[in-house]
């Protein structure tokens, strides 16, 4: 029998609708999907299924069509793009670079991508410089529980409180993460400092080079930045007071020139919509009682 998820979908009043749709989480998703894929069964599938090499911009593209709107939406999209996610994840599978047979949704791997979003909101908070206090990091734990449900995970696949969590993050990383061919590959900094251009880029050659070296830089200092200090020590990553003063001048530079930005440009475009919509029609994201998605596992 299926858990009991009867509760209300995550909605504009929330945290996660704050943090998770915010464009400056661009700069923690390459330290999140790194602490992702270093999961031997994540990292094969990437490696034999995604085309994260040849067609970054498009992989890219593809995920934050469909994972924002399992957050950004009304009740019914919810249960629509929860359902899709999972579809989208059912056919990937293979063997790891270990020789143990995965499955994207087994509920372990399916997790730990889950995983990763909690403590990168609160890190992602404290570099936009709105700290969380105690009692925010828990109602965010409590959201981040409800947007799992909305992912189709199982509460029993999920640490029930925030000690749990800690203790399986640093576990996890402690015990399961290791170094494969899609860690290899992202945690090399021409990754970011040498990205192809975006095919719908109009700016020429040269000054794409110019300016994607000068960003693949920040992206870097951020995504090593953005990792757990666990995880930098495992991998070996070299973490100065040096560079945690440049962590801490990106995210000043953020904190500055975000509010100047028009509001489109504050938010991914998934989420942007949602936020417009819910402002124009609120009845659209009423709360109601919210009917999980079949759970992986």
Same mark, same amino acid.
């Given at each position: ?23 400056r ?51 019914e ?31 372990e ?8 979003t ?22 965010? +734990? ?17 640490p ?7 203790e ?57 930045? +953005? ?62 009682? +919210? ?7």
């Amino acid at each position: 029998m299926l858990p009991d998820h009867s509760q209300p979908v995550l909605g504009p009043d929330s945290l996660m609708w704050r943090y998770f749709g915010d464009t400056r989480v661009m700069y923690l998703l390459p330290s999140t999907t790194t602490v992702q894929v270093a999961h031997p069964g994540i990292g094969a599938g990437v490696e034999q299924h995604s085309a994260y090499k040849v067609d970054p911009w498009g992989r890219m593209e593809r995920s934050l069509a469909l994972l924002w709107p399992v957050l950004y939406n009304t009740p019914e999209g919810v249960r629509e793009y929860g359902q899709k996610l999972r579809d989208m994840h059912r056919n990937i599978k293979g063997t790891d670079f270990n020789g143990k047979q995965y499955h994207a949704l087994n509920p372990e791997l399916y997790t730990w991508v889950h995983i990763t979003t909690y403590y990168g909101m609160i890190a992602l908070a404290d570099f936009m410089g709105e700290p969380l206090n105690e009692a925010q990091k828990q109602q965010l +734990f409590n959201e981040w529980l409800q947007f799992g449900r909305q992912m189709g995970i199982r509460d029993q696949d999920m640490p029930a409180t925030t000690a749990d969590y800690w203790e399986y993050l640093e576990d996890t990383i402690n015990n399961r993460l290791q170094k494969n061919p899609a860690t290899d590959y992202v945690l090399h900094k021409a990754y970011y400092t040498g990205r192809v251009k975006h095919p719908d880029s109009t700016l020429s050659d040269p000054v794409w080079k110019v300016l994607q070296t000068l960003h693949g830089n920040i992206i870097w200092k951020c995504k090593i930045g +953005f990792f757990p200090a666990s995880f930098r020590r495992k991998f070996g990553l070299r973490w100065t007071a040096l560079d945690q003063i440049q962590f801490n001048l990106i995210s000043l530079l953020m904190r500055g020139l975000w509010p100047l930005l028009p509001e489109k440009y504050r938010y991914v475009p998934q989420a942007y919509a949602a936020i417009k919509d819910a402002r124009r029609h609120p009845e659209r994201y009423a709360q109601e009682a +919210f009917e999980a998605t079949p759970e992986a596992g």
